[in-house]
């Protein structure tokens, strides 16, 4: 029985591949994660730091199919919002973190300013490297990592230009960069979009994104024009960011995308919704 706390707990239940319940656990999670090789589930949860003074830390924590935990890392001084796993087991988690965390290589500013970062943690706990941005650039951020680990990030940009790595990017909306399992930054580009919504990384390395427009975009190939009030795009860019292909789809009735996904084969699934037309 599940009985929520005044805090509002989150629940996780982990099932076998025939549906049966194997455990749960509640606490205040803040993303899921599960490894293509079944290697565990991560959770990154809150947690209140024992010792005075050092605030709250983004907990990763990856438990095997019978409940036990096989390892876990506290990030002090961050707050984790998403997290995805590879085919090693290592976890990818961004959030947003005070300038005194430190990921190995000493705090990361000011105590009191706050940063944007992305980080990746080996099977077992152990940092592997890190990076940083000003937070005052990001207020939304989107993951996806693939089986080999290579990273894609989403991120909602308030204001001007940011470099991820590769050189000053316009994000004055969104915008998307890519790394490589050991942090190289590969390449950047701003979406075209003010409402990008979701973005996944191919087995070839590409960048696939999904949004909305309603009116005419041009992503990098041709023009996409809308058929209603608002349409859905998939757009897909090469592992050095150039476009590939770009596509919509809608109808009379305005429809919104919110999540895509694709298989190691490059298949494709977009997740969307649709108003009923007037």
């Not at 997290?83 to 290592?90: H, I, L, N, Y």
């Not at 000011?110 to 937070?135: C, E, H, Q, Y």
């Not at 390395?205 to 795009?233: C, E, R």
Request: glycine share 12%.
């Amino acid at each position: 029985t599940f009985e929520p706390s005044p805090s509002g707990s989150r629940l996780v239940v982990h099932y076998d591949p025939q549906g049966k319940p194997l455990w749960a656990r509640k606490a205040v999670f803040r993303t899921i994660s599960a490894s293509p090789q079944r290697d565990g589930v991560a959770l990154v949860s809150d947690e209140e730091q024992p010792s005075p003074g050092w605030g709250r830390a983004a907990r990763i924590e990856v438990i095997d199919s019978s409940g036990a935990t096989l390892w876990k890392r506290d990030i002090n001084w961050a707050i984790g919002s998403a997290a995805a796993m590879d085919s090693t087991g290592a976890v990818v988690l961004v959030g947003t973190a005070y300038g005194r965390a430190d990921f190995g290589q000493g705090p990361l500013g000011d105590p009191n300013d706050r940063f944007f970062f992305i980080t990746r943690v080996a099977k077992g706990g152990a940092l592997m490297w890190s990076r940083s941005f000003p937070a005052q650039y990001t207020s939304d951020v989107k993951l996806s990592v693939n089986r080999a680990g290579a990273i894609g990030l989403l991120v909602r940009i308030s204001k001007g230009s940011i470099d991820f790595g590769g050189g000053l990017v316009d994000c004055t909306d969104w915008c998307w960069t890519r790394y490589d399992p050991s942090g190289l930054h590969l390449s950047s580009r701003t979406t075209h979009s003010k409402n990008a919504r979701d973005i996944a990384v191919d087995e070839q390395g590409g960048t696939i994104l999904t949004g909305v427009f309603s009116k005419t975009i041009n992503l990098g190939g041709q023009d996409l024009v809308p058929k209603g009030a608002a349409d859905a795009y998939i757009v897909r860019y090469s592992s050095t960011g150039t476009h590939s292909w770009s596509t919509s789809f809608g109808g009379s009735a305005a429809v919104q995308a919110s999540h895509i996904s694709v298989d190691r084969y490059g298949a494709i699934s977009v997740l969307a919704s649709s108003a009923r037309a007037p």
